[in-house]
T-cell receptor, first 115, second 121 residues
Framework: ELKVEQNPLFLSMQEGKNYTIYCNYS?????LYWYRQDPGKSLESLFV?????AVKQEGRLMASLDTKARLSTLHITAAVHDLSATYFC???????????????FGKGTKLSVIP | DGGITQSPKYLFRKEGQNVTLSCEQN?????MYWYRQDPGQGLRLIYY???????QKGDIAEGYSVSREKKESFPLTVTSAQKNPTAFYLC????????????????????FGSGTQLSVL
């Protein structure tokens, strides 16, 4: 059974500071996703990481994937209030025989950026 | 605009009642999914469907049922057997792995609807 663990689950940080959210998973996968969710809203796709060593950046967010360590990080640079949200990582398992595809989500990291 | 539409946004269920949540997509995606989200928790997979007239149970299928009679539609019924139905329900769709074996070329990902908040009266 695939387990996905995020930490921290809650993060309060001041504007302008840097921080990293970690996502560990238990089963080999080369496909990891990061999503953002605002309160009462749906999930917005941030990054898709498809191979070992993949790094993607969008604005103040940068995501990386180390498939050997089964670890992905979401780094926040010089945080601003607009980044306050809950961030989820999700790991994909592809069953090539059945042709099925499933995502297992972490519990999410609730980020609050304080002015 | 292409996307996924969930309705209603809010739904209330009485004891012993079945309720159905609607999910429609016009993205021409083969695969569709239902997730349940409880406060402070991640998303848990209820059911998924890779193709019309076929669907599989996810991790928490008990007390739920689905149908996939059309490619565009994947309704979820919360039955009276689901004793703790209060949650936020999210529908998603994606390109099927069957159709595109090289997912890296498509940067494949799940597209989510706006969600339905189900509460018990």
């Amino acid at each position: 059974e695939l387990k996905v663990e995020q930490n921290p689950l809650f993060l309060s940080m001041q504007e302008g500071k840097n921080y990293t959210i970690y996502c560990n998973y238990s089963t080999t996968s080369d496909r990891l996703y990061w999503y953002r969710q605002d309160p009462g809203k749906s999930l917005e796709s941030l990054f898709v990481l498809l191979s070992n060593g993949a790094v993607k950046q969008e604005g103040r967010l940068m995501a990386s994937l180390d498939t050997k360590a089964r670890l992905s990080t979401l780094h926040i640079t010089a945080a601003v209030h607009d980044l306050s949200a809950t961030y989820f990582c999700a790991v994909a398992l592809v069953d090539s025989g059945a042709g099925s595809y499933q995502l297992t989500f972490g519990k999410g990291t609730k980020l609050s950026v304080i002015p | 605009d292409g996307g996924i539409t969930q309705s209603p946004k809010y739904l209330f269920r009485k004891e012993g009642q079945n309720v159905t949540l609607s999910c429609e997509q016009n993205l021409n995606h083969d695969a569709m999914y239902w997730y349940r989200q409880d406060p402070g928790q991640g998303l848990r997979l209820i059911y998924y469907s890779q193709i019309v007239n076929d669907f599989q149970k996810g991790d928490i299928a008990e007390g739920y049922s689905v149908s996939r009679e059309k490619k565009e539609s994947f309704p979820l019924t919360v039955t009276s057997a689901q004793k703790n139905p209060t949650a936020f329900y999210l529908c998603a769709s994606s390109i099927s792995w069957f159709r595109d074996r090289d997912l890296s070329a498509t940067n494949e990902k799940l597209f989510f609807g706006s969600g339905t908040q189900l509460s018990v009266l």
